[in-house]
């Protein structure tokens, strides 16, 4: 049986999305397994709406079986977000093909891509261009340019080919003989507006939170503005952290220099930068502005935030359970199968201790990051605690 796994946000499922699954079907894959991020993303923002209305919009529109990604791995850099997804979706132990959409379209370039990157000839090179001071991305791309030419360091250039990369050296790093699967992207490019009827899910968040409803909605697959449309009719959607602005800064401003250390990331000294600018500013847009630099771009500084806020220091060097979000009647036969083979499946809460000690400790953190993640819905009325331990996965 092939199973493609496929790593994924879904912030909202758009109909690009929808055709990535129908065109790994067309590939000759059985089943779709999606480890889907948690409530919190990799731009270091909330999802739109929460993991298990995402894993519902993703079993709707082709998916079989959606397990979560924990907020470490999916509010994390690309290269930690792929090493997640590679684990959890190897730790199946029924994942044949790995899926994802580029911009090349080209599994064998992005492989190429991945071999130069892991490389001890980029490591020496990226090395001694790091000084300059531009940002990682940028001395990145010279590096490879250098040691592999201007074509090979093209592919970097586009966002999808970049996360196809990491997730091929999160499988050599591993050891997970999956085979690599990709698709042309379809549609606007990963920020871009409408092309030829799709739309990037960045332009169907911007219309949500600009009162545009149903124009959102109208570049949705039905299936998935459904349940979208639920959500937002019960005021848990759209959630975004402009709601928790103040709760934010309340306690970016008890911590001290020092504090902010663990969420540096780089060891370069940002986190002093960062403090200045708690200091200095009032609010969040001004915070991020005063400590950006050509070196540190937004993305970077929205991930620390959201670390600091949810008190995450550190990355697990383990997905040490597989939990359940959604699933279908196909989505239940992989889950036997799993258990079958010894996976770490987890379907209640209550069942999370049995798994040991790093999964308890993992599952207690997430459950406490969903509690504030309620904060960012519009209505308050829906942001009660502990629904991570009241939770079922989503059956159809």
């Known amino acids: 049986m092939r199973t493609a796994g496929i790593i994924c946000e879904y912030n909202p499922l758009h109909k690009g999305h929808q055709w990535m699954m129908e065109e790994v079907r067309r590939q000759g ?4 397994v999606c480890a889907m991020s948690s409530n919190f993303v990799q731009r270091g923002e909330a999802a739109v709406a ?25 509010a994390n850099t690309a290269e930690k977000f792929a090493l997640g997804g590679v684990t959890l979706l190897h730790k199946t132990g029924l994942v044949t093909d790995l899926a994802f959409g580029s911009e090349c379209g080209d599994a064998a370039a ?12 980029y490591a020496e090179t990226l090395r001694a261009l790091l000084p300059s001071g531009d940002s990682f991305a940028v001395c990145r791309r010279r590096a490879v340019a250098q040691l592999a030419g201007e074509e090979m360091a093209a592919v970097l250039d586009r966002p999808n080919n970049n996360l196809g990369i990491e997730y091929c050296r999160a499988m050599h790093r591993i050891g997970a003989a999956m085979q690599v699967l990709t698709v042309p992207r379809l549609g606007a490019d990963h920020d871009g507006a409408t092309v030829d009827g799709i739309a990037s899910a960045s332009h169907i968040r911007g219309l949500l939170l600009s009162g545009e409803t149903e124009e959102a909605l109208a570049l949705m697959p039905e299936a998935a503005a459904q ?9 848990r959607a759209p959630a975004t952290l402009q709601s928790c602005e103040r709760a934010m800064l309340g306690k970016l401003r008890q911590m001290s220099e020092e504090d902010f250390a663990p969420y540096d990331g780089g060891s370069e000294g940002l986190y002093r930068r960062f403090y200045r600018a708690v ?18 771009p937004h993305a970077r500084l929205r991930r620390m935030l959201l670390a600091a806020w949810l008190d995450m220091q550190e990355t697990p060097d383990d997905v040490p359970y597989l939990r359940v979000l959604a699933a279908n009647a196909i989505g239940r ?17 209550a069942d999370v201790a049995a798994l040991g000690e790093a999964a308890e400790q993992l599952f207690t953190a997430e459950a406490a990051h969903t509690d504030l993640y ?10 009660t605690c502990g629904s991570d331990w009241r939770a079922s996965p989503i059956m159809l």
């Open 227 to 235: 349940v979208l449309r639920r959500e937002l009719a019960a005021g």
């Open 50 to 74: 929460d993991k298990f209305a995402r894993a519902e919009m993703a079993v709707r529109c082709g998916a079989d079986l959606v397990l979560e990604l924990p907020a470490p791995w999916s």
């Open 110 to 121: 992005v492989q190429r891509a991945a071999a130069v990157l892991d490389s001890e000839a």
């Open 333 to 349: 036969q992989l889950l036997r199968r799993m258990r079958d083979g010894g996976a770490p499946v987890l379907t209640k809460a």
């Open 279 to 296: 200091r200095t500013t009032a609010t969040v847009e001004q915070l991020l502005e005063a400590a950006k630099t050509k070196r540190y």
């Open 374 to 383: 309620a904060l960012c819905r519009p209505d308050l009325g829906q942001s």
């Open 29 to 32: 894959m059985d089943a779709i």
